[in-house]
Every structure is written in C-alpha cells, then in structure tokens.
C-alpha cells in the first residue's frame, strides 16, 4: 500500500475504471456541497461543476493505472504509485474521504476540485470530450485570451495521455515515463492552484468573466480562447474587412458543391466509410454567420449568445478554400465523435438523420465549432456508407475574433 499525505491514511488501489461511474458517483458529496459556498449568479441557478480533462479521458487513465500499480516492473509500480498517491494529495481530505468510503463500484478517481470549474447549467458551447479550459484575458486590452495556469498545466497532462495512448499503432505505450510525466503536470497544476485564496472551501473561485450570459435565447457560453475585441475595436474590423467586399447573394440557394471529403475508420465495430459535403448555399451560410466581411446584421434569428468570425476570408472563393482545407478533419471528427455517441447502435442504419453538433474541436491545428447532419446511410451493416452534410463551422479559439449579440448590436447601429 502507498500512504496518503491525506490523514496519513493508505491511499486504496485505483478500479479498472472499466465503465465511466454515473454522476452521483462522480460528483462526490463534498464537491456538489462545495457549491453552496459560493453566491452565484442568478442564470447559473444552483452551479453545475465541467471538467478541464473529460471524464471519460480520465476514466481511460485509471483503466490503465491499475496494472501500472500492480505491475512486479519496479520502476514501472514506482512511477505509477507516486502519481496515484499524488492524485489524493490534490484531492483534499473531504474528497479523499468520499471517494474512499464510496466503496466498490466508487469512482475510480479521486475528484479533484482543480480539474473542475463551477460555471452555469448546459452551456451553449459544451465541447463535449474535448479539454475544457478555464481561461481569462491577456492584460494588454486586446481582447486576446490564454488558458490559466492550472489549465495549461492540466491540457499538457491530457496531451501526454493522447500521445502515449495512441502510440505503438494504437496499442498504447503506459510505461515508467508517462507515470512520471503525468505526476509532473499534476504537480505542476496542483501549484498553480494553491496560489488562489479559497479559504479551506473545497471548489476554487468561480471565474465569472470567462461566461456570457445571452437573455434572448437564455443560454450561457464559455468564452474559451476566442479573443473577444470591445466594440469599438470589433467597429474597426468590420469596416475594414467590409470594404468593397463583393456580392455573394448568387450562392445562398445553391445546391452546387462548393467542397467534398471522404474518410474512413472504425466506429464500433463497423468499418465505415463517410463522405462529407458541402454545397454552395452552406458555404454561404458559413459567410453570412461567420465572417466579418459578409455577416448578416440584419438576421434577427442567429441562435447563439456569440458568434465568432473567420477574420481572412474576404471573398466566396476565401470561403470555399477553408471549407475544402477543413473538410478532412472535420470528417476524421465526426467519425469519432459517432463512435462515441452511436458506436453502439443495433444498426448502422439508425445514424440516419443524426446531427453531429461539437466544439473546441481540434481540426488540424485549429479549434473549431462544427454542425453537421448525417443524410444517408448505405453499404452494409458491417461496412456502412455514409453521407453528410456540413451546415456549419467557425472558429472556436484564437483564429478569429467573438461578439456578444449586445455588440454586435451597438456595431450595427454604426456601421
């Protein structure tokens, strides 16, 4: 047995985590209580907690932690031992004593508060499995934004994770180094967050800023990594990406293909082939939502509390070059976002008509938020073929500014 800084108590052997534990299990006492410490704010009503590292990422960790625990390989044991034993340091006594005492069938891992954030209910832009930072604003008046310490931190244990699970073609490789790598990053985040006064609470502050509030459509939104310029900064892009910018009303009901890609992977145990498109008249959409040159300020319906711009693309051909870059990569996502959401469906053709909606997506080196709806399925159940189409996509990190519906309404009025 390892000991647990924790009252000195034996830390208890991580589970195979060979399941994901459901919320009550997650969501120990002390965390959920953790939440009546704080006055918040009346659209977050009573507070939800959103993990930086998913849960499912972290339930993969500990799914291979067990064997690195118990393995007779002694710098192997060593490495794994001492990042466990780390994870009940962070947890805190209150957490470590739940989660001790919730027996079999427990979460596998001890809840940390620092891989939480307290925020609102069911924000718009819930990335889903993706990392989930807390972020704030850089300090020069910019409206650019970076992840806090804790989060860069906690974004380069996930990496890591990512790295060593995908290694050995897919087999994974959870030696001695990843352990200690791992406990490097925890440690790094654990530091980080001991800087911040929570006064003996069990959850860290609420960050207020990094969430907007939107009362038309009454949902609630991290701002993430997107820069959010002030109006009269947004006033200036605007008027400049507006300049002789040339009509594309031609597109907006068109049907001809602006981009297509085909890819292919395991979802389940089907080997399925998607074909993902996109016609003129989406690309359109995207100009007309997410583009400083073309946006459509007269549009009363747009649905999200923020929208965010494609700053370089000036012209419909701009348009239809980033569709056709992103298209792959949005592709290889929605097959992995499909294995995860319908991987296990009796039949393939059952995926007909679902909507694939994700963000904080990494795209080949960009976050991006993406909308998009399965229209066909053909094949076999074995080895479907599917087709989609692509409604929507924009940036969702520092590639492209954000505005509030409030901002864009005082732009409009000075355009």
């Given at each position: 047995?390892?000991?647990?800084?924790?009252?000195?108590?034996?830390?208890?052997?991580?589970?195979?985590?060979?399941?994901?534990?459901?919320?009550?299990?997650?969501?120990?006492?002390?965390?959920?209580?953790?939440?009546?410490?704080?006055?918040?704010?009346?659209?977050?009503?009573?507070?939800?907690?959103?993990?930086?590292?998913?849960?499912?990422?972290?339930?993969?960790?500990?799914?291979?932690?067990?064997?690195?625990?118990n393995?007779?390989?002694?710098?192997?044991?060593?490495?794994?031992?001492?990042?466990?034993?780390?994870c009940?340091?962070?947890?805190?006594?209150?957490?470590?004593?739940?989660?001790?005492?919730?027996?079999?069938?427990?979460?596998?891992?001890?809840?940390?508060?620092?891989?939480?954030?307290?925020?609102?209910?069911?924000?718009?832009?819930?990335?889903?499995?993706?990392?989930?930072?807390?972020?704030?604003?850089?300090?020069?008046?910019?409206?650019?934004?970076?992840?806090?310490?804790?989060?860069?931190?906690?974004?380069?244990?996930?990496?890591?994770?990512?790295?060593?699970?995908?290694?050995?073609?897919?087999?994974?490789?959870?030696?001695?180094?990843?352990?200690?790598?791992?406990?490097?990053?925890l440690?790094s985040?654990h530091?980080?967050?001991?800087r911040?006064?929570?006064?003996?609470?069990?959850?860290?502050?609420?960050?207020?800023?990094?969430w907007?509030?939107?009362?038309?459509?009454?949902?609630?939104?991290?701002?993430?990594?997107?820069?959010?310029?002030?109006?009269?900064?947004?006033?200036?892009?605007?008027?400049?990406?507006?300049?002789?910018?040339?009509?594309?009303?031609?597109?907006?009901?068109?049907?001809?293909?602006?981009?297509?890609?085909?890819?292919?992977?395991?979802?389940?145990?089907?080997?399925?082939?998607?074909?993902?498109?996109?016609?003129?008249?989406?690309?359109?959409?995207?100009?007309?939502?997410?583009?400083?040159?073309?946006?459509?300020?007269?549009?009363?319906?747009?649905?999200?509390?923020?929208?965010?711009?494609?700053?370089?693309?000036?012209?419909?051909?701009?348009?239809?070059?980033?569709?056709?870059?992103?298209?792959?990569?949005?592709?290889?996502?929605?097959?992995?976002?499909?294995?995860?959401?319908?991987?296990?469906?009796?039949?393939?053709?059952?995926?007909?008509?679902?909507?694939?909606?994700?963000?904080?997506?990494?795209?080949?080196?960009?976050?991006?938020?993406?909308?998009?709806?399965?229209?066909?399925?053909?094949?076999?159940d074995?080895?479907?073929?599917?087709?989609?189409?692509?409604?929507?996509?924009?940036?969702?990190?520092?590639?492209?500014?954000?505005?509030?519906?409030?901002?864009?309404?005082?732009?409009?009025?000075?355009?």
């Open positions: 047995m390892t000991t647990s800084p924790v009252a000195g108590r034996p830390a208890p052997p991580p589970s195979s985590a060979g399941q994901v534990p459901d919320k009550n299990k997650w969501a120990v006492k002390p965390l959920n209580d953790g939440k009546l410490a704080y006055a918040l704010p009346a659209e977050w009503k009573s507070g939800a907690l959103h993990h930086k590292i998913a849960k499912e990422h972290l339930s993969s960790i500990a799914e291979q932690l067990t064997p690195a625990w393995s007779t390989n002694p710098p192997l044991q060593t490495a794994a031992r001492k990042f466990w034993n780390l009940w340091t962070v947890a805190g006594e209150s957490v470590g004593q739940a989660v001790a005492m919730a027996g079999p069938g427990g979460s596998p891992n001890p809840h940390r508060p620092l891989m939480v954030s307290l925020g609102p209910h069911s924000p718009a832009n819930d990335p889903g499995m993706n990392f989930d930072p807390d972020t704030e604003p850089v300090p020069d008046g910019s409206g650019v934004r970076r992840m806090d310490d804790v989060s860069l931190a906690l974004k380069d244990l996930e990496n890591a994770w990512r790295k060593a699970a995908g290694a050995d073609g897919g087999r994974g490789v959870y030696d001695a180094a990843l352990w200690t790598t791992l406990h490097r990053h440690q985040a530091t980080a967050a001991q911040v006064d929570r006064k003996d609470r069990v959850l860290y502050p609420p960050l207020r800023e990094q907007v509030y939107d009362a038309t459509t009454r949902q609630n939104l991290r701002k993430g990594l997107t820069p959010f310029p002030d109006p009269a900064q947004g006033l200036r892009l605007f008027v400049e990406a507006r300049r002789n910018a040339p009509s594309i009303a031609a597109y907006a009901d068109s049907d001809d293909e602006a981009a297509s890609a085909t890819v292919a992977a395991v979802v389940g145990e089907r080997r399925v082939t998607l074909t993902l498109t996109a016609a003129e008249r989406n690309v359109h959409h995207v100009c007309v939502r997410h583009t400083l040159a073309f946006f459509d300020f007269t549009d009363a319906s747009r649905p999200r509390p923020v929208n965010t711009f494609w700053p370089d693309v000036r012209t419909f051909d701009d348009a239809s070059a980033l569709t056709v870059a992103l298209l792959p990569g949005i592709g290889r996502s929605c097959l992995r976002e499909l294995d995860r959401v319908q991987g296990n469906v009796a039949k393939a053709g059952d995926w007909l008509d679902e909507v694939l909606e994700i963000s904080n997506e990494d795209v080949d080196g960009r976050l991006v938020f993406y909308n998009v709806q399965i229209t066909e399925v053909g094949g076999t074995a080895a479907p073929e599917v087709s989609a189409v692509i409604e929507s996509f924009a940036p969702d990190g520092p590639d492209g500014p954000g505005f509030t519906r409030g901002d864009l309404d005082l732009i409009a009025g000075k355009l």
